[in-house]
């Protein structure tokens, strides 16, 4: 056996191997009823963002807790809203967890908060690509959605991120998307946009 294959998802003992085959599989969310997911900054500053957003929407759960069978193992957690932490909280670099969560739980909704005082808007692309080109001497300017490398303009960069993810083929048509700006000395969150389909 190779080594920690004993902890792979498909060990335990409710684990139906009929899983794998894709048009069987009904999604996992009898052990996590998962529905929206809030990307978000990794700023330590502005780690509040899900729980503002969990109050804002009031029928969410987080951070929730797990839930655990007759010998203890997690099988299972109450929390309905997932948070995706990168650089700037852009929804570029959170299409792939969108896609898969799609897969394991149906997404319902997509939340893009940016927040206030953020490090994004200390820079521009140009002087991130050009920074790492001469620092590293590599070239990183084709690697990225180049308006979303940086914040030059909050409501302009979170209307940016919804259009981006309406676009995406990453995220399914019926997904309601919504964009927010959190002022996180006050916490104050406020929505800048919505679309959700018809
Ligand atoms: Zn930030």
């Known amino acids: 056996m190779t080594k920690y294959s004993e902890f792979e998802f498909r060990t335990q003992p409710w684990f139906d191997p009929a899983w794998f085959d894709r048009t069987a599989f009904q999604g996992f969310n009898q052990f996590i009823p998962m529905k929206t997911i809030v990307i978000h900054c990794f700023d330590p500053r502005a780690s509040e ?21 007759e010998a203890g ?15 700037g909280g852009r929804a570029f ?6 896609a898969t969560m799609d897969y394991l739980f149906k997404v319902k909704n997509v939340v893009v908060v940016h927040h206030s005082f953020c490090g994004a808007t200390a ?5 991130l690509v050009g ?3 001469d620092h590293h001497h590599a070239d990183i300017s084709t690697m990225f959605d180049h308006d979303s490398l940086a914040i030059s303009h909050f409501e302009e960069s979170i209307k940016h991120d919804v259009k981006l993810l309406r676009a995406s ?11 927010f700006f959190y002022e996180m000395n006050s916490g104050e969150l406020t ?7 018809a």
Do not use: C, M, W
């Open 169 to 179: 083929p990453a995220v399914p048509k019926e997904v309601k998307l919504y964009g």
């Open 191 to 197: 929505e800048v946009v919505r679309d959700i389909p």
């Open 73 to 87: 193992n997690r099988i299972g957690n109450t929390r309905t809203l997932f948070a995706v932490s990168n650089a």
């Open 131 to 133: 920074e790492f080109h």
């Open 93 to 98: 670099s959170a299409l792939q967890s969108v």
């Open 123 to 127: 820079f521009t692309p140009e002087t």
């Open 49 to 69: 963002i899900p729980q503002a957003v969990a109050d804002y929407f009031g029928d969410e759960v987080y951070p929730g807790e797990n839930i655990l069978d």
